[in-house]
């Protein structure tokens, strides 16, 4: 007679588990078998997503003042502030043209640009503040096409201290631009000196910024009540803050 191999001897007994005996006999083990009762129900939190940590600074795309960018995808929001929680002036379609004016500055987890409309088609707006998304897939991408018209001379960021220039002013027709933004939420403060080549430093932007983003402007009152600034100077800020600052020559026509 053949013989069953063991495995499949295995198999078999396994299907049969629990089958009706082929003999009236009990078996001794069945009969010995504890009934189990069932314990109290325990209910299981439901399951958490596991949270995405939101990308650094280094992967904020920079664009400096003065730079020509795109939208790289479609329904970029451009707010009146940098911030979520801002009002949308508009929503950008993918390729939309835009200069950046100022920028970056860094709250709710985003770089923001303040961007100028450089596009001739729908939809038309002036400027407003949009989020530059993180590489490798940002929101904003370097652009090539001719702006007819660009003021700015200078523009700088940073999260903390810096000194930067020299940045030339010909007249009292100079104009600065900027905006603070706390990274911690417990607030900061932004302080920004101009240095002629005297080297006697001229106190030009004092602020203390809460939990929103705080924008300001140095405008060309300012220059022409110091006309020791005239000539080469440099931009000295001394912040715990992100912030970022642009110079811009006034009383020029498109």
């Known amino acids: 007679m053949r013989r069953l191999s063991p495995l499949l001897a295995l198999a078999l007994s396994g299907c049969l588990l629990g ?70 002036l508009v929503s950008l379609p993918i390729g939309a043209r835009l200069v950046v004016e100022l920028g970056p500055v860094r709250t709710d987890g985003y770089g923001w640009y303040l961007v100028r409309d450089a596009d001739q088609h729908d939809p038309i707006f002036t400027e407003g503040w949009a989020a530059a998304g993180f590489m490798p897939d940002p929101f904003l991408v370097a652009a090539t096409f001719s702006v007819p018209f660009n003021p700015i001379v200078a523009g700088y960021s940073l999260e903390g201290d810096g000194e930067f220039g020299p940045v030339r002013i010909e007249d009292a027709n100079y104009e600065i631009r900027w905006v603070a933004s706390t990274v911690t939420g417990s607030g ?26 705080a924008p300001g402007d140095l405008n060309a009152a300012f220059f022409a009540a110091h006309p020791e600034l005239i000539g080469d100077v440099l931009v000295r800020v001394t912040t715990t803050c992100s912030w970022a600052l642009t110079v811009l020559r006034t009383g020029l026509t498109p």
């Open 188 to 213: 900061c403060s932004f302080s920004v000196d101009l240095v002629p080549s005297s080297g006697v430093a001229v106190a030009s932007i004092r602020a203390t910024v809460g939990s929103a983003p």
């Open 19 to 88: 089958s009706p005996a082929a003999s009236s006999s009990a078996s001794p083990l069945a009969s010995a078998s504890p009934s189990v009762s069932a314990g109290p129900s325990v209910s299981l939190p439901p399951p958490t997503a596991t949270p995405v940590p939101t990308p650094g600074p280094d992967k904020i795309p920079t664009f400096t003042a003065g730079t020509t960018v795109a939208t790289n995808v479609g329904g970029l929001r451009v707010r009146s502030g940098p911030g979520t929680n801002q009002g949308v």
